[in-house]
C-alpha cells in the first residue's frame, strides 16, 4: 500500500442514514468512530466523501408515487428501483455530513441523487436514467489526475451506496479495498451472498483493524 496513491472515499455517512434518521441502518453509527479514527490517520494520499443530496420528491421516493410504500421494488428505465422513505434531502438536517466526523480533511466531496427523475447510488456514475445511461459524476478523472490507482471504500450502507461504488471503482481501473468492519447493510441477511459477489467483481476485502495496522511499516 502507497500512501500517495491511495484514496479514502467515506460513503453517505450523515444522519438520515444513522439510528433514527429518515432512512436507518442498523449500527450505522458504530461506524463513526473507526471511521474518524482512518481519517485523522496518515494512511491516504486522499480523502473524498459522497454525499447524498435529493430534491423534494425525488424519483427514489415512495411519497413521489402514488399507492407504493417505502422498501417496495417498482420497474424504472427498464432496471429495478427500490423506493425509499423521504431521505437527504437538500439542505435538511439529516443530510448534512456526520457533525462528528473531522470533514475539513477531505479534498473533496462528491454530492449525488440530484437529478430529480434519476436515482445514484454510487459516487462514480448515476444509476440508469431514462436513455439508459449512467451518467458519470467526474469522480474517477478526479482521483486519476490525482495520481490515485488504489481506493479504499468505507461509510452507509453497505450493501447499496457502498457496494455500487466499489463496483464501479473495479470497473474505472482502480484497485478496490472494501473496510467491511466500517460499513453496515440496509438488509444484512443479504452480507454473506454480498461477500462473495464483491469478491468475484474483484474487490478486495478487508477492515479496519488490518490497514491500521498497516501504518506501523511508515
Ligand atoms: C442509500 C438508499 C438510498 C445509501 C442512498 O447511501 O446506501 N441507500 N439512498
Ligand atoms: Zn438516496
Request: charged content about 20%; hydrophobic content about 40%.
Amino acid at each position: 500500500m502507497n500512501h500517495q496513491h491511495s484514496a479514502l472515499l467515506l460513503v453517505d455517512i450523515q444522519p438520515d442514514f444513522m439510528p433514527g434518521g429518515a432512512l436507518a441502518v442498523e449500527g450505522g453509527d458504530e461506524i463513526v468512530e473507526p471511521v474518524r479514527h482512518l481519517m485523522n490517520s496518515n494512511l491516504f494520499g486522499l480523502l473524498v466523501a459522497t454525499q447524498d443530496w435529493h430534491p423534494p420528491g425525488h424519483i427514489s421516493f415512495a411519497s413521489s408515487h402514488t399507492a407504493r410504500k417505502p422498501f417496495e421494488t417498482i420497474e424504472l428505465y427498464d432496471h429495478p428501483q427500490t423506493l425509499w422513505p423521504d431521505h437527504c434531502v437538500q439542505g435538511s438536517a439529516g443530510a448534512q455530513l456526520h457533525p462528528e466526523l473531522p470533514w475539513d480533511k477531505v479534498a473533496a466531496i462528491i454530492r449525488k441523487g440530484m437529478d430529480p427523475q434519476c436515482d445514484s447510488y454510487s459516487g462514480f456514475r448515476n444509476n440508469w436514467n431514462i436513455n439508459g445511461e449512467r451518467p458519470p459524476t467526474g469522480l474517477a478523472g478526479y482521483l486519476r489526475e490525482r495520481g490515485i490507482s488504489e481506493v479504499y471504500v468505507c461509510g452507509l450502507a453497505r450493501d447499496i451506496c457502498v457496494r455500487w461504488t466499489a463496483e464501479d471503482a473495479v470497473d474505472a481501473g482502480f484497485r478496490v479495498n472494501f473496510l467491511w468492519d466500517i460499513t453496515r447493510s440496509v438488509n444484512p441477511n443479504d452480507d454473506q451472498a454480498l461477500r462473495q459477489a464483491l469478491i468475484n467483481r474483484g474487490v478486495i476485502l478487508t477492515n479496519q483493524a488490518t490497514v491500521s495496522a498497516r501504518s506501523r511499516n511508515y
